[in-house]
């Protein structure tokens, strides 16, 4: 399973949310490039940049610390928020992002992400699947829909995409668990391969999530307040 540290960016900083709810904003470094260096001094091969702004503002806001963290470390990059059109995603992989994360595109405009996905291929694009009480949220979490979770994911899967990237918003930033029981769900209905996100606060998590079958697990604030350290995350990778 692929262990996968979280970086997320608002005004240049690290910062993590409760939720997705911009009013808990937290700021962890003034120095993102910091961060994403010790990630990979500690054996971690994978990292989740969020541009969080990007998200809010429906551009991407972000580009330059993508490039800079690219090119100043080897960490393969999964790049997410503020992403609208093709030519936005070959601008954040010319700036060094491996693959990219698109959920809004995927629920507002799905004819448009299939268009996306036969361009890139599989092993460039995953799907964004956020959800909050099972139905899928969108426009970095400041929109729901009616959309149920698993249908939205085996649609997609019909489709071929092989990754999906799912958090539960009500688990993300508590360090209260995983939705490791939506995990097995959605893993019995849909043959793919799914990144968890959202909850994690100890190795045991890990473990509970790899053993559910997950091809990654995100690992975000557990890391920022201490409950897991990246010496750690790096000894099981």
């Known amino acids: 399973m692929r262990i996968i540290v979280a970086l997320d960016i608002i005004g240049g900083k690290c910062v993590r949310l409760t939720r997705g709810n911009f009013s808990t904003k937290k700021i962890y470094n003034e ?3 910091e961060v994403a260096k010790k990630v990979e001094d500690n054996g971690i091969k994978y990292l989740h940049l969020v541009d969080l ?12 610390l993508l490039q800079k963290i690219a090119c ?37 405009e799905p004819e448009l992400f299939v ?5 890139l ?11 909050i009480d099972r139905k899928i949220s969108t426009e970095g979490w400041m929109e729901n829909s009616d959309k149920d979770i698993i249908t939205f994911i085996k649609e997609f899967r019909s489709k071929g995409v092989k990754y999906t990237l799912c958090t539960d918003i009500k688990k993300d930033g508590m360090l209260q ?18 990144i968890a996100s959202g909850g994690i606060a100890s190795l045991a998590d890990i473990t509970e999530l790899r053993d559910a079958g997950c091809e990654g697990a995100i690992i975000g604030k557990a890391v920022y307040e201490g409950k897991i350290t990246l010496k750690e995350l790096g000894r099981i990778c």
């Open 72 to 108: 100043k470390t080897n960490l393969k990059i999964d790049f997410g928020g503020g992403l609208r059109t093709y030519d936005d995603i070959i601008s954040v992989m010319n700036a060094g992002a491996r693959q990219v994360t698109l959920g809004s595109i995927a629920a507002n």
């Open 121 to 131: 291929g599989q092993e460039k694009l995953i799907l964004g699947a956020d959800c």
């Open 31 to 33: 120095d993102p490039l």
């Open 53 to 64: 702004e990007g998200a809010k503002n429906k551009k991407i806001e972000n580009l330059v």
């Open 177 to 194: 668990g995983p939705s490791t029981e939506l995990y097995k769900e959605i893993l019995e209905k849909v043959k793919i391969k799914l």
């Open 115 to 119: 268009d996306f996905l036969k361009k």
